[in-house]
């Protein structure tokens, strides 16, 4: 059965403290890995897509990585603006077109 | 690039009124919409998927005919809620699929409240 399992739920973090954040997968025939940043009553805002294993991203503080079961996005030296819920999603391989799936989300306080 | 509006941004409105929300891809085409459901803290629960000049495919346990969706054109979306009660009310978030990566862009989302 296809899924996402983000982990941990929620991580605090002091300012400067370098971590990452989990997604693992199962689905059938990996089309894309997106990662979402999510601020409350907002819509997810788009940070990186990663299409096959090895592949990695950047983007200012944050780094995205890729294997064929799980991906990792670090977060190096995070500040108080990069608080926010971090979503991972994965399109697989369908017939019917639309497999997309949205893990639960990680939950990320970074603290002056 | 790669921008999707939402319209309204709230809304409330009174039991057993319909109320309409729009999606736009402003600066690309969407031939697939999606539109999403949040509860607080709790993640995206995809709704139905919205297909330019076809009907929408709903996801199971939501109701087609409360929920009505509209793909008139490669660029808007719409979203009836129709007959709204008050446990319709939450967060309401578009979705855009940019055909040629797969990459789903978002709305802002619309906070509905029906009193």
């Known amino acids: 059965e296809d899924q996402v399992t983000q982990s941990p739920e929620a991580l605090r973090l002091q300012e400067g403290e370098s971590s990452s954040l989990n997604c693992s997968y199962t689905v059938s025939g990996l089309r894309g890995l997106f990662w979402y940043r999510q601020d409350p009553g907002k819509g997810p805002e788009f940070l990186f897509t990663?299409?096959?294993a090895g592949k990695e991203k950047e983007k200012e503080r944050l780094k995205a990585t890729l294997t064929k079961k799980e991906s990792f996005l670090h977060i190096t030296a995070p500040k108080p603006e990069d608080s926010a819920t971090y979503l991972c999603?994965?399109?697989?391989?369908?017939?019917?077109?639309?497999?997309?799936?949205f893990g639960t989300g990680t939950s990320l306080t970074v603290i002056p | 690039g790669a921008v999707v509006s939402q319209h309204p941004s709230w809304v409330i409105c009174k039991s057993g009124t319909s109320v309409k929300i729009e999606c736009r891809s402003l600066d690309f085409q969407a031939t697939t919409m999606f539109w999403y459901r949040q509860f607080p803290k709790q993640s995206l629960m995809l709704m139905a998927t919205s297909n330019e000049g076809s009907k929408a495919t709903y996801e199971q346990g939501v109701e087609k005919d409360k929920f009505l969706i509209n793909h008139a054109s490669l660029t808007l979306s719409t979203l009836t809620v129709t007959s709204a009660h008050p446990e319709d009310s939450s967060f309401y978030i578009c979705?855009?699929?940019?055909?040629?990566?797969?990459?789903?862009?978002f709305g802002p989302g619309t906070r509905l409240t029906v009193t």
């Open positions: 979705s855009a699929r940019r055909d040629s990566t797969y990459e789903q862009y």
């Open positions: 999603a994965v399109q697989g391989a369908s017939n019917t077109g639309n497999q997309f799936y």
């Open positions: 990663l299409y096959s």
